[in-house]
């Protein structure tokens, strides 16, 4: 008797743990540009006690937040290598994952971007979250160039620091209500396909200028100038319904990545709530 009690007591415990913050998510999801004690206890429906009790204040809760954002962003590094063992793959799933994160937690974009309401120890360990996600894109990175995925010439800081610009700018378009009832999360392909195209691949050249190339040396020059060249002189083949990505081998093939990311977002999500 005495064990089911106590049992019943820890799960009406996490409950109102989550109750709170699911609370300050939903205030932070209004835009409420201040949110007072009051008006956090009002909201998750229980006491100030009850609070303090928790999270030792409001702080203790914008902590926990920062929390639930620290755990979806940095996962044990097994999680995502065994869904996807080659690095820009995992990359690309890092960021499907992290987009769909906010689509599902638009409160919490207002944490991670580092608002100003954000008080000051919550706001210094965010900055010092995204500071290590932003090595561990590095480190990513890294990888992929080691094993010739990617140019040498590629600064794996700069495309690292790119990288979280990309979800960042996503972050802040979920944050804001009025985008939210045109699939925030959608777009997030053609994105990436901009991102890996200008700054992870070496064939890269514009339209304007054919000796203007963002990223290579001159034996790239060479061999895209070589088959410019050739393709000016064959005939057009035809029109097919295969994507031509598809077959490239810098290309990251999308259709591995979207049969598993969102099991493997909820297998990190779940961590949260343990």
């Known amino acids: 008797m005495g064990n089911r009690a106590t049992?019943?007591?820890?799960?009406?415990?996490?409950?109102?743990?989550?109750?709170?913050?699911?609370?300050?998510m939903r205030l932070l999801e209004k835009g409420e540009r201040k949110i007072s004690t009051s008006d956090l206890v009002d909201e998750a429906d229980v006491s100030k006690s009850h609070l303090n009790r928790h999270f030792k204040g409001r702080e203790g809760v914008y902590l926990a937040l920062v929390d639930r954002i620290e755990e979806h962003f940095l996962p044990r590094e097994e999680v995502w290598s065994v869904g996807f063992p080659e690095p820009l793959q995992r990359l690309q799933a890092m960021f499907q994952a992290h987009i769909k994160f906010f689509t599902d937690n638009p409160g919490l974009c207002r944490v991670f971007l580092v608002e100003g309401i954000i008080p000051g120890l919550a706001a210094r360990k965010m900055v010092d979250v995204n500071g290590r996600v932003m090595v561990h894109v590095k480190e990513v990175l890294d990888?992929?160039?080691?094993?010739?995925?990617?140019?040498?010439?590629?600064?794996s800081s700069a495309a690292a620091q790119m990288f979280m610009s990309l979800v960042q700018s996503r972050a802040l378009t979920i944050m804001h209500p009025g985008t939210r009832?045109?699939?925030p999360d959608s777009g997030w392909q053609e994105m990436w396909t901009l991102f890996s195209h200008a700054v992870l691949f070496t064939d890269i050249r514009t339209d304007s200028d054919d000796s203007a190339y963002l990223i290579g040396d001159e034996r790239n020059r060479q061999d895209i100038q070589t088959e410019k060249s050739s393709v000016e002189k064959t005939p057009p083949p035809e029109t097919t319904s295969t994507d031509s990505r598809s077959t490239s081998p810098r290309h990251v093939s999308e259709s591995c990545v979207d049969s598993t990311v969102e099991q493997l977002s909820e297998n990190v999500l779940s961590t949260t709530r343990t």
């Open 7 to 24: 049992k019943g007591k820890s799960v009406r415990r996490k409950q109102r743990h989550e109750r709170i913050l699911k609370a300050m």
């Open 181 to 183: 009832k045109t699939a």
């Open 143 to 155: 990888e992929a160039r080691s094993g010739g995925s990617i140019s040498e010439d590629v600064s």
